[in-house]
């Protein structure tokens, strides 16, 4: 393998030709479009529904708390959604934005703002749960509309000064080989001094996601236990809850490692294929943009998984869409 790799200090001339290359996956022209107009079509109904739902459910004290951050979710998935279709336009016209430079830092930002918000409401989610399971009598003589508000506030507070970074960078890169703009995919052109920066960004941000996904583990373990540790005379409610327990654990974890695991395991190596700061074969690289491409489907999915989670996380969000359909 390693007499096939073309190492970038070995001739400058290839290496700098190499360096102005973008990396691309033809497949994404085709499936990114079908794949995000299915998702836009039904993210947009199933979180306008839930929206709907968590508004009528407002007077519901003890769903206040996890109400907001529900809410707080399903705006996130929603502000991504709507950005859905100049992202179909992107690829439709072939990796080609023709649209302003303010809308593609917009509409980048706003998938970062979805994904790590998704990631932060639904870790609040779970610790929410573990929380009114270990501790009920002291989770339900708390404010937890205070706490509710003020953790989001919090949380959105540290998205948006994460995806500032987004912002205040151009978003729009020129691609002299194709003779198209770019939107967030000029990794490419950086100098050796700019590449630095990018890979530290994106480390710390796969090392705090897999911090945060093994939080979200151990709350949802933890209230496995805490339920299997009830005594015998409350065998046949246990069973219920139990059973409700589960599927909030396997909804929760199942969004985590469909739609974001996947991404945070390649993105490490992809951001190093794609700045060419490695000695990787063409093939390596090639291989890790292709997963790449198919693990940004993958987190686009969780706007459309989200609303299963609140159904699986509270038995009155369910109630209440079982007796509205029924009417």
Same mark, same amino acid.
């Given at each position: ?24 996956? =033809?497949?994404?022209? %085709? ?39 529900? %809410? ?32 593609? +830092? ?19 989610? @779970? ?6 399971? %270990? ?44 003779? /198209?703009?770019? $939107?967030? =995919? ?7 001094? @700019? #590449?630095?920066? !990018?890979? !530290? ?31 015998? @005379?409350?065998? +046949? +409610?246990?069973?219920? %809850? #139990? ?17 974001? !695991? ?11 294929? /794609? ?5 990787? $074969? ?35 969000? +369910? ?6 359909? #029924? #009417?």
């Amino acid at each position: 393998m390693a007499s096939v790799c073309v190492s970038s200090t070995e001739n400058s001339t290839s290496g700098n030709s190499q360096n102005d290359t973008f990396l691309d996956s =033809e497949f994404r022209y %085709t499936l990114f479009p079908a794949f995000y107009g299915v998702v836009f079509v039904i993210g947009l109904a199933a979180n306008t529904y839930a929206l709907f739902v968590l508004h009528h459910m407002r007077d519901s004290r003890a769903m206040n708390e996890i109400r907001i951050y529900m %809410t707080n979710l399903t705006v996130a998935d929603l502000l991504f959604v709507c950005v859905l279709p100049f992202w179909i336009s992107y690829y439709t016209h072939h990796g080609d934005w023709i649209y302003s430079d303010a809308l593609c +830092r917009i509409s980048g930002s706003l998938f970062f703002i979805n994904t790590y918000g998704s990631v932060l409401f639904l870790t609040i989610i @779970s610790a929410n749960r573990y929380w009114a399971v %270990t501790r009920p009598l002291v989770a339900a003589s708390s404010d937890c509309r205070k706490r509710g508000v003020i953790t989001s506030v919090i949380v959105w507070a540290i998205i948006l000064a994460s995806a500032s970074y987004n912002l205040v960078d151009p978003g729009i890169q020129k691609d002299q080989h194709a003779g /198209v703009l770019r $939107c967030f =995919e000029g990794y490419h052109n950086n100098d050796h001094e @700019s #590449k630095l920066p !990018v890979i !530290v960004f994106h480390f710390i941000i796969i090392g705090l996601f897999f911090i945060v996904f093994f939080l979200v583990i151990l709350c949802n373990v933890l209230i496995a236990r805490a339920l299997l540790s009830q005594p015998i @005379s409350q065998q +046949r +409610r246990l069973h219920v %809850t #139990k059973c409700r327990a589960l599927r909030m654990l396997c909804a929760v974890v199942g969004v985590f490692v469909v739609c974001f !695991v996947p991404h945070h395991v390649v993105q490490g190596p992809w951001t190093l294929a /794609v700045l060419k700061t490695t000695d990787w $074969c063409a093939e390596t690289r090639q291989f890790l943009n292709d997963a790449h491409q198919v693990t940004l489907l993958l987190m686009g999915l969780n706007c459309i998984l989200d609303p299963v989670v609140y159904c699986f996380s509270t038995r009155k969000f +369910r109630k209440y869409i079982e007796c509205h359909l #029924k #009417k």
